[in-house]
């Protein structure tokens, strides 16, 4: 049986979280000194995430140092607005980690995920999970990541804002800060897109099978 299919354990994660996606800075989905700010620049949203995990375990499972990154894309007008991902798990973590990671990730374990994660509590198509090597660099400036040969990421300069920006996916209640991504490629099946010029998020995260 996989990890989906029996009783989770209880389980914690927290580190660094980065994002791009290509709206334009500031992305509309983010709150802007507490108030939501509206639709996708484009009526569709495709990007990538990116968690660096300090602080992790589930049950007897040490999830510290690993990575994981997420490429999506969804619609605004389609019914239910569903996520089509292709979750990336740390290629340097064993089968049971990688497997807790995707459990954790894809919301099949509960708690924060169904609660911040919009692939989590809406409709959604799950394209794939794959391990592959993950690099992270989530630094105060510069940051970028990459999962294989499948989605690259670098982070520019802050993006002027009139408030504090927060995302949800982190947690509205952490502070974070809107950037412009430079570079913004996915390239995996119907997951492919190019993109320059867009904007991007930095802020840390803390998650657990506790959260409702």
């Known amino acids: 049986m996989g990890p989906e299919t029996i009783a989770p354990p209880a389980w914690r994660i927290a580190g660094t979280y980065l994002e791009a996606c290509n709206c334009l800075a500031v992305c509309p989905c983010r709150r802007v000194g507490g108030e939501a700010i509206g639709r996708a620049t484009y009526g569709w949203c495709e ?99 990459r999962a294989g040969t499948h989605v690259e990421v670098r982070v520019g300069d802050p993006a002027a804002a009139p408030g504090p920006v927060t995302c949800g996916i982190p947690g509205h209640d952490r502070a974070g800060e809107e950037h412009h991504a430079e570079v913004l490629r996915v390239s995996d099946g119907p997951l492919a897109f190019d993109l320059d010029g867009r904007c991007a998020y930095q802020s840390t995260f803390a998650y657990s099978s506790q959260a409702s």
């Not at 968690?51 to 589930?58: E, R, Y």
């Not at 996520?83 to 990688?98: C, P, S």
């Not at 509590?121 to 105060?140: G, M, N, Y």
């Open 47 to 145: 990007g990538a995430l990116s968690w660096a995990v300090q602080d992790g375990q589930a049950g007897d499972i040490d999830l510290d140092g690993l990575a994981a990154v997420l490429a999506f894309r969804y619609e605004e007008d389609e019914p239910g607005s569903p996520w089509d991902f292709v979750l990336y798990v740390d290629e340097r973590g064993d089968a049971q980690q990688r497997d807790a990671l995707a459990a954790i990730l894809t919301g099949a374990w509960g708690g924060s995920p169904l609660a911040q994660f919009p692939w989590a509590f809406k409709a959604h198509r799950r394209l794939d999970v794959r391990s592959v090597p993950i690099e992270v660099e989530h630094r105060r400036v510069r940051g970028w990541f």
